[in-house]
């Protein structure tokens, strides 16, 4: 069993940054692929990018590509999401997620979040 607790999330102007981080229970935080989605009102949940048990490798969905890092500290049981050059279109809620293995669908994620909420202004 993970649990799992998102912070950072607020109101920034456009072109503004956002640090997200999760916050995982248990002992195997390692042994999961952590992802983070977003799902704004009326729309489907969305993939937002992804990193692998070791930290190396990294996936993003390509309306973040170039301004998301995701970053993990296996020692600190966190996960983070780090928003640059964010745009109004980028305000959802944001939760995070662990899996076993690496997709990039939200059912195949077996640990959530409650989600943070993130808006943008224009």
């Known amino acids: 069993q993970v649990q799992l607790v998102e912070s950072g999330g607020g109101l920034v102007q456009a072109g503004g940054s956002l640090r997200l981080s999760c916050a995982a229970s248990?002992?195997?935080?390692?042994?999961?692929?952590m992802g983070w989605f977003r799902q704004a009102p009326g729309k489907e949940r969305d993939f937002v990018a992804a990193?692998?048990?070791?930290?190396?490798?990294?996936y993003y969905a390509d309306s973040v590509k170039g301004r998301f890092t995701i970053s993990r500290d296996n020692a600190k049981n966190t996960v983070y999401l780090q928003m640059n050059s964010l745009k109004p279109e980028d305000t959802a809620v944001y939760s995070c997620?662990?899996?076993?293995?690496?997709?990039?669908?939200?059912?195949?994620?077996?640990?959530w979040g409650q989600g943070t909420q993130v808006t943008v202004s224009s």
């Open positions: 990193i692998m048990w070791s930290g190396v490798n990294t």
């Open positions: 248990g002992r195997t935080f390692s042994s999961y692929v």
């Open positions: 997620a662990a899996s076993k293995h690496w997709s990039p669908v939200a059912v195949e994620y077996d640990y």
